[in-house]
């Protein structure tokens, strides 16, 4: 009697089992687990969106695997903003002569001191769009410190206590990439400052056989055998496309004492009757900085009144450009930064 009530009661309950609910019981629990594969499924696609909101939210800071190379150009950079003008301009440029099959992603100008963007500005924003690998272009005239140790400083590439120091002294601000770097070579590698110095002198140029070329450029203490081998090069390249006889250089830092130009002006005079000053300078020329000489002897603010100047009265031409604005700097840099992808693809 008392199983037939369970039995009945059983049914009632509308559970569909025959068995007695003894045995029933054990079976609820399969019940529970046919709603278990909805709920699970709910928490994978839960898991999964917070996967695909992070890899969103991170991806503005991480390189893309697929992404493509950038192009970073990187000159010294100047507190005058006519210096910096021309430079920047080569952004234009270069993405001009890279044309629809521009194989970099990016490409930027940037300063390592006194203007900006900056490296490290330039190199982050780079990373930010995404690039595979940033090839970098030194906008410098030849070898120097800050070829060898100052940029590579700069990208993360080189470590040295004493420069990093020395660099975030002078107000920069050092990165760490996080993707390949590759730094290329100046363009006293090329023949781009030859060519130029050449356009320049035959601009200035009225009788070969009277004349002398003075060639003026940075130099650099570190490395002084790179800078006198290039512009003896330039030099003598000069001489034989124009038949100009008597030429000679000096390394002198815009802005610096110009004694040494001076000197070597002076020296060549003597042989010829009218010389030719141009300057290896990127984005100035050499008038700005006679004048400045010149003015040391001379006018209301004179700092050597009265003292003999041994270039007053002299026969000089001298350039007004650097090597900016010639169209062949922009295309070295495109020849530099594609064959350095063409080489690392091989």
Known sequence: MNVMLSQDHHHDVGCGCERPCATCTCRKP????????????LGLFAVLALLVI???????????????????????????????????????????????????????????EFAEPNVANGVEELQKAGCSRIVAVPLLIAP????????????????????????REEGARLVRCRVPVTLTTTLSDSDVIERIMLKRVRSLSVDPNREAVVLLAHGSEAIPGAWDDFMKR??????????????????????????????????????????IVVGAYLSSGVQRMHKRWMDRFEGQHAEMPGMENPLKGLDLALSEQGLLPDESVAEWIVETACGELNRRSQ
């Open 54 to 112: 992070a890899a969103v939210a991170h991806g503005g800071n991480a390189a893309s695997p697929g992404g493509k190379p950038s192009l970073l150009i990187i000159a010294h950079g100047s507190p005058a903003k006519a210096w910096n003008e021309p430079v920047l301009a080569q952004e234009n440029k270069v993405r001009e002569l890279l044309g629809r099959d521009n194989p970099f992603g990016a490409v930027k100008v940037v300063f390592m």
């Open 234 to 275: 330039t030099a003598v390249y000069v001489c034989g496309k124009t038949g100009i006889t008597c030429a000679d250089w000096a390394c002198v830092g815009v802005g610096q004492e110009y004694d040494r130009a001076a000197s070597v002006i002076q020296a060549v005079a003597e042989r010829r009757d009218r010389v």
């Open 30 to 41: 399969n019940v529970a687990r046919r709603r278990k594969p909805g709920l699970w499924l």
């Open 144 to 167: 120097s410190s800050h070829s060898h140790w100052d940029i590579p400083a700069l990208l993360g590439l080189y470590s040295d206590p004493r420069i990093e120091k020395t660099l």
